[in-house]
């Protein structure tokens, strides 16, 4: 058992690497109704976006991936919380989000969950 104290406080930002920031800031801003917390440019010609939900401390980066790294298809690890899962769902179902078919009720203690996919392939998990 460590006795080191933590100097971490919080979970600030996840990053998603992009080929595409501008299709990826309107699918979290207008698809998700996440919001657009930064957009600025940094270093050589690259440009800086986090995106989050309204009044959520931790926000999520959309950025150009290191040279040489690929974009898309990616198992993101990122899981969402709601209060309503089955609106969601339907939400952004309707709304042409890949979704997951239907939401995963696997009972105690997995909460109702589903899977969904951003416009480059990247899975997000939606916990209810």
Excluded at 65 to 74: H, R
Aim: net charge negative; aromatic share 8%.
């Amino acid at each position: 058992m460590s006795t080191t104290k933590t100097r971490i406080s919080k979970l600030g930002v996840v990053c998603i690497p992009v080929s595409d920031q501008e299709r990826a800031l309107e699918f979290y801003v207008d698809k998700l109704g996440f919001e657009k917390r930064a957009d600025v440019p940094f270093g050589d010609a690259y440009r800086w976006v986090e995106v989050g939900p309204a009044g959520g401390e931790t926000t999520i980066a959309i950025v150009p991936p290191p040279p040489g790294k690929p974009t898309g298809g990616m198992e993101t690890g990122i899981g969402l919380q709601t209060s309503d899962i089955d609106a969601l769902h339907a939400e952004l179902r309707d709304a042409g989000v890949d979704v997951d078919a239907e939401v995963s009720r696997m009972g105690d203690p997995v909460p109702p969950l589903f899977w969904f996919r951003d416009p480059e392939g990247n899975t997000l998990m939606v916990v209810g």
